[in-house]
Structure formats: structure tokens, C-alpha cells
């Protein structure tokens, strides 16, 4: 259980290291590792050091966190002013270390995103969304503010122990969300800004790499659409990336490097893959799975059936764009192609309105008649105390058994080995394992 407010997470794996890190970002003023533990089951605090004070403030950090993908550092990141960087190693007995906390603090600084950029193994880097506010003017005419956001780059020089503002460039306005491209030997590196119809490729010494994004047929031209989730898939050979707009589009974004120079990027592709319910996060597994967790509704799990390859699915190229062809790529939502349905984390956020009612017999504990969910996934639920259960196999039978119970191999055994199905005429005997199969050498 967490006694606060969970703000933000991030996961690490020290370098040659089998294990994976969290790193939480919450109310409390302080800086979180866990480790989960699977003989318990659950989570071990691994590391808690106290940086300032506790609750939600602008100038604490908490908001973000950003880690290294080589594992070597961790950036902690307030909405103003504060930045904090970690050090990550390890000690003799190969136990996670922990540095002192290194200032990287601009004054009237706004941070609207924040993440680590895969530089291979030099020193890290940290990316972020930034506006100055000293710089903040208001339109004499529309009193509307003028402010320049910029992309800012901090490197982490682990020689000298120190953090230093690299490099900074002007980003659009309504840039609101940074991508990590894969890099060192994987890829190309550098971030993917994300602004209103547009993906900005940028890289310290690289030519900006502009694409816009598909658009829906029924959305006006003067509204912009934003992309508001992301998740970089990795294997040996190849890497792509899944955003999601607001309007719950999925996009598969691909980005194509020069042949000889695997610095140097040459296009940006963006293809249309699926439409699902509006994420805050997306996370693909290696097993070929797409988490798509949701604030708003039931979180759903998807299996890819597909990446995208297909002719005739909407896409932009960057190329394109910069020969002149400024046409809007339409598309209209499909149902699901690439991505099959397997099943939903259920969740009542947000709860609307609630009653507690007498359904059943009388002596009956009472249900909660809940209003739940927002727009076209509203729904009306029935809750009821007791404890859920939850299929695990399925299995039919030839006939209507007399009796079902269950034996173990040995009697110190913890748990059952077999299931035993009576019938009139026989008896059926079914191994436990990851899957119920009938055995006849029990």
C-alpha cells in the first residue's frame, strides 16, 4: 500500500544487470526505488532518499522522473525550477547504490516533459520541455501570453560529477510530449517532440525531421490533435514506436536512417494501426502484447496480429511534407486489424453517482448501484461484497459427474496434483498445471 500520491514512474536496469528497477515519483518529498521480489509476491524498498518536502508543490520534485536506458542515472523533475540527478551503481555484492543528489536548477523555469535520451554509453543525457518565464509577454492586441518552448538537453558528466545545460533549441508551442529514439548501437537516438497535427525529430548537430500526423474525417481543420501516450518497441534488428492521439488513433511511427550513417535519419514515417479507448500510458511486452492503461474506464489488453505493413492503412512521411505536399492525410476509425482484444482490468474511475440499494432477498447485504465512466464508455455497474473468481481453464466433460474432488501427489505436498470427476459409468482424472488435461497414467 502507498500511504500518497503516485505521480510518476520509471524503470532502469543497471547495466549487465537481470533485473529490472521502479523508481516512483509521489508527495512524499522523496525518491522511491523498488525491487519486486517473487517469492513474496510484492514489492521490496529498495532505496528512500528525502530531497524536500512532502506534498504536491510546483518547485518539488516528484512530477517527473526520467531514467537512462543504459541504467546509470535518474533525473527528478519538479513542474518549476528543480531538477535533481541520481547516480546509479552497484557495490561489492552486486546491491544497488545511490548517490548524492545533483542540482540542475533554472530559475522561472516551466517543465511541461521530461525524459532520458539512449546516447549508447556516453555521458547521460536528459531531455527536456521547457519555457522561460521571465520571457512571457502578453499581446497588446489579443492579450493572449507569447512565450517560446524549448527542447533543452542536460548532460550528466560523470567524470567531473556534474550537470550541465548541453544544448537548448526552439520547439512549436504546442509541443506537450518527448519520445526517446533508440540509440548507441540500436538506433539513431535524439527525441521525438510531439506538438498540435505534427512529430519533430531533433538531435543536437541533426536537420529537424517534420511529419504530420493522419487526421479524422469528422475533426474540424482548426482543431489541432494531440498525442497524449507513447511505447517504443525494441528487437535485435529493428525498432518502432506506438503513439496514440487523443482521439484514441494508434500510430505506428517509424524512423528510417541512412544506409551507411546510422546517425544521420532520413525520413519519418507515421502509419495509422488501430483505434482503442484513450490511454495515459502504453506498454508493449516481448511477448507480443499491448497494455493500454486507461484513466478513465476499463484498462484493455491486446495482442498484436499486426504491425502496421499494409497498403492500405493512412500514413505521412516527412519526406512529403518537406517536398511541399502539405495535403491532410485523412483516415476513419476501423475496427480492430493489428490489434486482437484479450481482455480488460476493470475500474470504476470515475465514479459519477452511487447508491446503496436492496437488490436481493431480504437479509441480503445491499449492492452499490454505481454511474461510472465518461462519454460513450458511461456505464451503470452493480457492486457486491464478496470475493471475485477468476477462470483459469476450461474444460468440458462427456457427461453430468456425481462428484468432483482433488488429491495430492504426496500428503506433504502444499498443493493439489490431480482433480478426480466422477461419473456413473467412470472416473476421470485431470492434471493441475498451466493447463487442465485428462492423464491416464496418474
Not at 556516453?122 to 518565464?133: C, Q
Not at 490533435?225 to 488513433?249: K, N
Request: hydrophobic share 40%; with cysteine.
Amino acid at each position: 500500500e502507498v500511504f500518497g500520491t503516485i505521480r510518476s514512474i520509471a524503470t532502469f536496469r543497471l547495466t549487465g544487470g537481470n533485473r529490472d528497477y521502479l523508481v516512483v515519483g509521489s508527495d512524499s518529498g522523496r525518491i522511491v526505488i523498488l525491487e519486486f521480489v517473487a517469492d513474496k509476491g510484492g514489492w521490496e524498498r529498495v532505496h528512500c532518499e528525502t530531497f524536500g518536502k512532502s506534498g504536491v508543490r510546483r518547485i518539488v520534485p516528484g512530477q517527473y522522473v526520467a531514467t537512462d536506458p543504459r541504467g546509470r542515472a535518474v533525473m527528478v523533475g519538479a513542474v518549476e525550477k528543480q531538477k535533481l540527478v541520481y547516480i546509479l551503481n552497484r557495490d561489492s555484492a552486486a546491491r544497488l547504490t545511490i548517490s548524492s543528489p545533483l542540482e540542475a536548477h533554472k530559475s522561472a523555469s516551466l517543465t511541461f516533459a521530461l525524459v532520458g535520451v539512449d546516447v549508447g554509453f556516453e555521458n547521460p543525457i536528459f531531455a527536456a520541455l521547457e519555457v522561460d518565464m521571465d520571457e512571457v509577454e502578453t499581446d497588446p492586441d489579443t492579450h493572449e501570453p507569447l512565450f517560446e518552448k524549448v527542447l533543452t538537453f542536460y548532460e550528466l558528466d560523470l567524470g567531473l560529477n556534474h550537470v550541465v545545460r548541453k544544448w537548448s533549441d526552439a520547439v512549436d508551442p504546442t509541443a506537450n510530449l518527448l519520445v526517446a529514439v533508440p540509440g548507441g548501437a540500436d538506433g539513431p537516438g535524439g527525441v521525438l517532440v510531439c506538438a498540435e497535427n505534427f512529430i519533430v525529430y531533433k538531435n543536437h548537430g541533426h536537420a529537424d525531421k517534420r511529419c504530420p500526423l493522419p487526421r479524422r474525417k469528422d475533426l474540424p481543420p482548426e482543431q489541432g490533435l494531440l498525442l497524449v501516450a507513447s511505447a517504443v518497441h525494441r528487437q535485435r534488428d529493428l525498432f518502432f514506436i506506438v503513439v496514440q492521439s487523443e482521439a484514441g488513433d494508434l500510430y505506428k511511427v517509424t524512423v528510417q536512417t541512412d544506409g551507411e550513417d546510422k546517425d544521420a535519419v532520413s525520413e519519418v514515417k507515421v502509419r495509422y494501426l488501430d483505434s482503442v479507448p484513450t490511454c495515459v500510458a502504453l506498454c508493449i511486452l516481448r511477448s507480443g502484447f499491448l497494455f493500454c492503461a486507461s484513466e478513465f474506464g476499463n484498462s484493455g489488453f491486446y495482442q498484436f496480429q499486426g504491425v502496421g505493413e499494409d497498403d492500405e492503412s493512412p500514413s505521412c512521411s516527412s519526406l512529403t511534407f518537406e517536398g511541399g505536399d502539405e495535403a491532410v492525410v485523412e483516415l476513419e476509425p476501423r475496427p480492430l486489424r493489428n490489434l486482437l482484444h484479450v481482455d480488460d482490468i476493470d475500474s470504476l474511475c470515475p465514479m459519477i453517482d452511487a447508491k446503496l440499494l436492496e437488490l436481493g432477498e431480504r437479509g441480503a447485504p445491499p449492492s452499490l448501484v454505481s454511474l461510472c465512466g465518461r462519454s460513450a464508455r458511461s456505464t451503470l455497474r452493480v457492486v457486491q461484497h464478496g470475493l471475485s473468481v477468476s477462470d483459469l481453464a476450461v474444460s468440458e466433460l462427456p457427461g453430468n459427474p456425481n462428484a468432483v474432488w482433488t488429491v495430492k501427489k504426496r500428503k506433504s505436498d502444499q498443493f493439489d496434483a490431480y482433480i478426480v470427476v466422477s461419473f456413473v459409468n467412470a472416473t476421470l482424472v485431470l492434471s493441475i498445471g498451466e493447463t487442465v488435461e485428462e492423464v491416464s497414467d496418474s
